[in-house]
């Protein structure tokens, strides 16, 4: 419990998981205020401000019909051949004002209900991320500076010490994300009331955002397990964010330029974002546009694959197994030198 | 005497591909008794940090045995390890730490009250610099760091690897002093280092490592006397009488070397005999002098490490305790 404590305030005095910590707290805030300043809440105003930009519109369309019309008539008394007005100068009429619908005037209003569950995502991305570089830090710079090598003097016992180390990260990282996820809850229900909509709530849509902020949480821990297994691989920080750059730029940025080069069908299924997303929001829907489904009305639908949070959750399984169990083999067999 | 430390045959053989196959031990034997001071000589490549970080469980030998305090290593460690306090080659700590922080963070780990780290702080001599981050210490602070950090513990068992290494004339005379008094208070340190002349001066015995294996052990004083040459300088009141002194030692089967104006003898078990022989001949001798041997010109001796003008010795250009010439390595030697 004494070793568990001790990484514990270790992690908290790392400087690098401060900033990081600070950095990722800090672009969240960005997104609240940018939520915040970016809507509007709705009201007998905005509906009537909107009404009148749709009659500005809509006379604007008409003096424009009016004016081409005359234009056309005037075009065709001279005998001048233009193709791009129609036979019948007539056939010019302005659009029906009821075309022109008011509330595509209306200013952009958060509404809690449509949009908070897509807001979970960019929230679980910020938690992964420092997740991952922390836990990646946390252990990389204890090899790299030689701390790993003093503690296991006094502590020689290098699984409990490994595990020890990532049981106070995974502590430390929960201690950060619970409440910054409460208080993502809690200022963009704010900015709902102030700025929009928190109309329609159930208690249904209170459990599916409770779920997806767990997600969200579970994904970040996954995040920070692998940073921590792969740089305690390479016992340098450097190994796991080079791996995670790597896997980004080459394994899935040029992947998916590969794939989509050679066409093959449901490139996205290759591709880690993919299944972080469909983690995120229990399903993403695959479509393949150079297939044909025929229906019954002769309508041609692509071909879809469904890539399901249960899909997710088996490669992000494989991948904690896989990494951790190699970090922790090694931890165990290999000298420290 | 109990021993604290034992080990006999380790071995550590590193396999490379392209290094080939490297025997940094090769049954490798070591023995520290309780309250002893005791030196770790050996060239650079030898096997000494090696030797330490495999007795401190960093390294997994391939073969002998070792037992601190009476307890296998390394299977029963963890159950030694708060009585043993080490630090292992140059210091190493996280450099934005503060002192204080690092050694905190290591009692913390250690079960140990916090009033310790100021104690040890204040036993090194960091108190007034304790609240710097290490990356702002000179080589010589992170040495007195990281003696505070293994005496936290206040240990049994204190296994300092180069402890003198960047400190001042007055660092190293106040470590010496140090080592002293916690040999007094019960202590067992093994000191490795390159400076001879304080290992001569603190330890009560030495170890000698040469190419992975033990090539003198004892009590500093043994292991002198085993490899004095007994080598005697004679002048005499004339110096046109050395040839004939030279000559008639020679008879007797000393080794003679005839100087411009002495003689140097090698092979003299008594002296006095010198000087009786001389006097029977009518050679009357004005200065007898016995050629103390150092520890250094002993370990110089033991692992065939002199330096010889005109040539460049490389690392693991060494000798073998049994006379034979050591096997070139199969590729670049280093990292013992």
Redesign the interface.
Known sequence: MSLFRTELRRLAKRRFARWMTAGGLLVLVLVVAGMFFSNQKIGPDQFAEARRAADQQHQEQVRWAEQERANCERAKAAGESVDYYPADCAEITPPPRESIEEQWFLPSTFDFRKSFGELLIPLAGILAMVGFVVGASFVGAEWNTGGMMNLLLWRPKRLTVLLTKLGALLTGLLALALPATAAWFGSMWLVANLRGTTEGMTSGTWQSFLIGGLRGIVLALVAATVGFALASLGRHTAMALGGAIAVMVVGQVGLGILLSMAQVRFAEAWLLPTYAIAWMTKKVTLQDWQACNATYTGECQPATLDITWQHSSVLFTVGVVLFLGAALWTMRRRDIT | MPAVLEIEGLRKTYRSRRRGTRNALDGFDMRVEVGQVHGFLGPNGSGKTTTL?TL?????PDGGRMAILGHEV?GT??QV??Q?G?I?ESP??????TAR?TLS??A????LPEQRVDEVLELVGLRDRAGERVKTYSLGMKQRLAVA?ALL?NPRLLILDEPANGLDPGGIREMRTLMRNLSEAGMTVVLSSHILGEIQLICDSVTIISLGRRVAFGPVDEVLAQHSSGGVRVRLEAVTDLPVAATALTRVGVRVTTNDDHLMLAGVDKPATVTRLLAEQGLYVSELAPIDVDLESVFLELTATAPVPGQHRQVDQSVRIDGTAPSAPAGGGW?A
């Open positions: 970080r401190l469980g960093l390294i997994r390394p460690l963890d390890a708060p043993v080490a292992v190493q700590f996280f450099p934005h730490f922080d963070l290591l913390g780990a250690g079960d950090s513990k990292g």
